[in-house]
T-cell receptor, first 113, second 111 residues
Framework: EPEVTQTPSHQVTQMGQEVILRCVPI?????FYWYRQILGQKVEFLVS????????KSEIFDDQFSVERPDGSNFTLKIRSTKLEDSAMYFC???????????FGSGTRLTVV | RKEVEQDPGPFNVPEGATVAFNCTYS??????FFWYRQDCRKEPKLLMS???SGNEDGRFTAQLNRASQYISLLIRDSKLSDSATYLC????????????FGTGTRLTIIP
């Protein structure tokens, strides 16, 4: 079964540092997403990406965040200057044009110290 | 008001029992509805979509009441492997692609 792959599985970074979280969506999927889940809280939408541009973003997705699809396979989330409150599990997801079902990656646990 | 509201539980039920979860959503324009399950520290995985006519997948039955903005999930003959957090998820279509998650209901099946 096709998978969404995320790397690294766990990243520890110092407050103020930049981090890049990487995702390889399913190859024929067209829509890409980042969600996050702070420990003990609900899964929250960050951003959706289609046709090489952001199609929607949440209030959480401020100027510190950016996304990029630098080539045909990778989809990255960059946090420019991490804060303690950015500590969370970050999930990448993708879906194809027809099927509304999303496939989530296994997540990157980001710990900001 | 929370967009998608669920009883957080925990629900502790014996193996073989029937358990039901409920969920309400606030946006009447919502068009697509799902139940996901999430194991501890893992990604959400789609359990089933929810249709107005109700739908069944093996031991799982989902119902949607648009008038009441209410979604339910019934698990019959529960197994130990059903222990997880069950997430009620809503999607507003017509260009709004994001999924809105409830906080989840934690279920533990007791042997």
């Amino acid at each position: 079964e096709p998978e969404v792959t995320q790397t690294p599985s766990h990243q520890v970074t110092q407050m103020g540092q930049e981090v890049i979280l990487r995702c390889v969506p399913i190859s024929n999927h067209l829509y890409f997403y980042w969600y996050r889940q702070i420990l003990g809280q609900k899964v929250e939408f960050l951003v959706s990406f289609y046709n090489n541009e952001i199609s929607e973003k949440s209030e959480i997705f401020d100027d510190q965040f950016s996304v990029e699809r630098p080539d045909g396979s990778n989809f990255t989330l960059k946090i420019r200057s991490t804060k303690l409150e950015d500590s969370a599990m970050y999930f990448c997801a993708s879906r194809d044009r027809i099927n509304y079902g999303y496939t989530f990656g296994s997540g990157t646990r980001l710990t900001v110290v | 008001r929370k967009e998608v509201e669920q009883d957080p539980g925990p629900f502790n039920v014996p193996e073989g029992a029937t358990v039901a979860f409920n969920c309400t959503y606030s946006n009447s324009a919502s068009q697509s509805f799902f139940w996901y399950r999430q194991d501890c520290r893992k990604e959400p995985k789609l359990l089933m979509s929810v249709y107005s006519s109700g739908n069944e997948d093996g031991r799982f039955t989902a119902q949607l009441n648009r008038a009441s903005q209410y979604i339910s999930l019934l698990i019959r003959d529960s197994k130990l492997s059903d222990s997880a957090t069950y997430l009620c998820v809503v999607r507003e279509d017509f260009g709004n692609e994001k999924l809105t998650f409830g906080t989840g209901t934690r279920l533990t099946i007791i042997p």
